[in-house]
């Protein structure tokens, strides 16, 4: 007679120390935290060697700070027996021959699932070259979108989306952590919705997804937005492929796509004005952050007045290229400051990789919205250059005369 089998959390625990023993330990996240401290969001484990011996190197993720800790192997394992289901409803286990995922439902009952490994060997090394916050959980759809191989390598020609992939998560990282406990945070009693507006193959919003669900610990449903079909098959089949049910694809441009409630905003590379109706898109459903990457700025361009002592340099077509970027991003920088975000423009990766590089956040403040003193900054810069017309100033009624 064969005997019962364990538990989930007991199989679980079990799998994780043979893991580790056996030297194929990739990686160990804690999540969906139930401990005293309302800070904590996470809790990262990886092995590493130092002085010749193994150990676990424990982060505690917290809103602000993390704490880091190296324990030896045998009493870090002792260390996790009393955290999971107590501390800790969520975990996943990282090896290169599979992943195995506990999870607990609204009722308390644990769930183990068992899905393909990461392929990529553990790396104990304590100083890495590089820190990336996606974890190893993310190698499946990086290698089913066709950026990496079975064994984690990126593919030929793919280094630069596969930096500007780590680079996004790196800038919506940074932005979710400056907002924890702020009035205008992101929500805490549902999950937080997201938006990818035309989305295009969907690297993006993958990461979206695995950021929330396994840097920053919090649900998450996140929705990408593509006018073509083909596309939308192909990305929702990834997620469907690769078990992410709170991700999803529809067809629908940016104006119409269906969007019942909107808490992060993303639109990278939206052509020209279509990146003005993803910010109207945002502001008007009174979204906490939105991320855009603009392209092909043409509204202004043809209209555009030199000011005294441009006139002859902006006869040049590449001067008048330029300028009319910088005209209509710091124009839409301005509005969104009128309408109650805090924005900040930036490189978003070096032009080495790709010439649309700039970047434009904005987090919604607590503070007052649409002062006349935000009025006049609009005001200026747009009698500055002639501007009577601009969509993003039409989508959000703000006359600029």
Same mark, same amino acid.
């Given at each position: 007679?064969?005997?019962?089998?364990?538990?989930?959390?007991?199989?679980? @625990?079990?799998? %994780?120390?043979?893991?580790?023993?056996?030297?194929?330990?990739v990686?160990?996240?804690?999540? $969906?935290?139930?401990?005293?401290?309302?800070?904590?969001?996470?809790? @990262?484990?990886?092995? %590493?060697?130092?002085?010749?011996? #193994?150990?676990?190197?424990?982060?505690?993720? /917290?809103?602000?700070?993390? %704490?880091?800790?190296?324990?030896?192997?045998?009493?870090?394992?002792?260390?996790? &027996?009393?955290?999971?289901?107590?501390?800790?409803?969520?975990?996943?286990?990282?090896?290169?021959?599979?992943?195995?995922?506990?999870? +607990?439902?609204?009722?308390?009952?644990?769930?183990?699932?068992?899905?393909?490994?990461?392929?990529?060997?553990?790396?104990?090394?304590? *100083?890495?070259?590089?820190?990336?916050?996606?974890?190893?959980?993310?190698?499946?759809? @990086?290698?089913?979108?066709?950026?990496?191989?079975?064994?984690?390598?990126?593919?030929?020609?793919?280094?630069? $989306? /596969?930096?500007?992939?780590?680079?996004?998560?790196?800038?919506?990282?940074?932005?979710?952590?400056?907002?924890?406990? &702020?009035?205008? &945070?992101?929500?805490?009693?549902?999950?937080?919705?997201?938006?990818?507006?035309?989305?295009?193959?969907?690297?993006?919003?993958? =990461?979206a997804?695995? +950021?929330?669900?396994?840097?920053?610990?919090?649900?998450?449903?996140?929705?990408?937005?593509?006018?073509?079909? *083909?596309?939308?098959? !192909?990305?929702? !089949?990834?997620a &469907?492929?690769?078990?992410?049910?709170?991700?999803?694809?529809?067809?629908?441009?940016?104006?119409?796509?269906? @969007?019942?409630?909107?808490?992060?905003?993303?639109?990278?590379?939206?052509? *020209?004005?279509?990146? #003005?109706?993803?910010?109207?898109r945002? %502001?008007?459903?009174?979204?906490?952050?939105?991320?855009?990457?603009p392209?092909?700025? /043409?509204?202004?361009?043809?209209?555009?007045?030199?000011?005294?002592?441009?006139? =002859?340099?902006?006869r040049?077509?590449?001067?008048?290229e330029? /300028? =009319?970027?910088?005209?209509? #991003?710091?124009?839409? =920088?301005?509005?969104?400051?009128?309408?109650g975000? *805090?924005?900040?423009?930036?490189?978003?990766?070096?032009?080495?990789?790709?010439? $649309?590089?700039?970047?434009?956040?904005?987090?919604?403040?607590?503070?007052?919205?649409?002062?006349e003193?935000?009025? !006049?900054?609009?005001?200026?810069?747009?009698?500055? +250059?002639?501007?009577?017309?601009?969509?993003?100033?039409?989508?959000?009624?703000?006359?600029?005369?």
């Open positions: 007679m064969s005997p019962d089998p364990l538990p989930p959390p007991e199989a679980f @625990l079990a799998a %994780v120390a043979a893991a580790a023993r056996e030297g194929r330990l990686k160990l996240t804690l999540g $969906k935290p139930r401990g005293v401290d309302p800070t904590l969001r996470q809790l @990262l484990v990886r092995p %590493v060697r130092l002085r010749g011996a #193994d150990q676990l190197t424990f982060v505690w993720r /917290h809103e602000r700070r993390d %704490v880091t800790k190296n324990l030896p192997l045998a009493e870090g394992l002792r260390r996790l &027996a009393p955290l999971v289901g107590a501390e800790f409803h969520s975990g996943h286990l990282f090896t290169p021959e599979f992943v195995l995922q506990l999870e +607990y439902n609204r009722r308390g009952a644990p769930r183990l699932t068992r899905g393909p490994g990461t392929g990529a060997p553990p790396d104990t090394a304590h *100083d890495r070259a590089k820190r990336r916050l996606l974890p190893a959980a993310s190698q499946d759809w @990086l290698q089913r979108l066709g950026v990496t191989t079975p064994s984690g390598a990126v593919r030929e020609g793919l280094a630069d $989306k /596969h930096r500007q992939i780590h680079r996004f998560v790196e800038i919506l990282h940074h932005l979710v952590s400056a907002g924890a406990g &702020a009035a205008d &945070a992101l929500p805490t009693h549902r999950p937080v919705e997201v938006a990818d507006m035309g989305c295009g193959k969907g690297y993006l919003t993958f =990461a997804h695995d +950021y929330f669900r396994h840097v920053a610990g919090r649900p998450a449903r996140v929705r990408g937005i593509e006018a073509r079909p *083909d596309l939308v098959a !192909q990305c929702q !089949q990834a &469907a492929e690769t078990g992410r049910d709170q991700l999803t694809f529809a067809e629908g441009t940016i104006a119409s796509a269906s @969007l019942p409630a909107l808490d992060v905003l993303v639109a990278l590379h939206a052509c *020209d004005t279509a990146t #003005d109706d993803a910010l109207a945002g %502001v008007q459903a009174g979204a906490a952050l939105l991320l855009v990457a392209c092909c700025q /043409h509204e202004l361009r043809a209209g555009l007045q030199a000011p005294p002592g441009l006139g =002859a340099a902006l040049h077509g590449i001067f008048q330029r /300028h =009319a970027e910088f005209v209509t #991003d710091a124009l839409r =920088a301005l509005l969104l400051e009128w309408a975000y *805090d924005t900040k423009v930036f490189e978003f990766i070096s032009t080495e990789h790709t010439a $649309k590089n700039l970047m434009i956040t904005a987090r919604r403040r607590s503070g007052p919205a649409r002062t003193a935000a009025a !006049q900054d609009v005001r200026a810069l747009a009698s500055a +250059y002639g501007i009577r017309t601009h969509t993003l100033a039409r989508h959000l009624t703000f006359p600029l005369a």
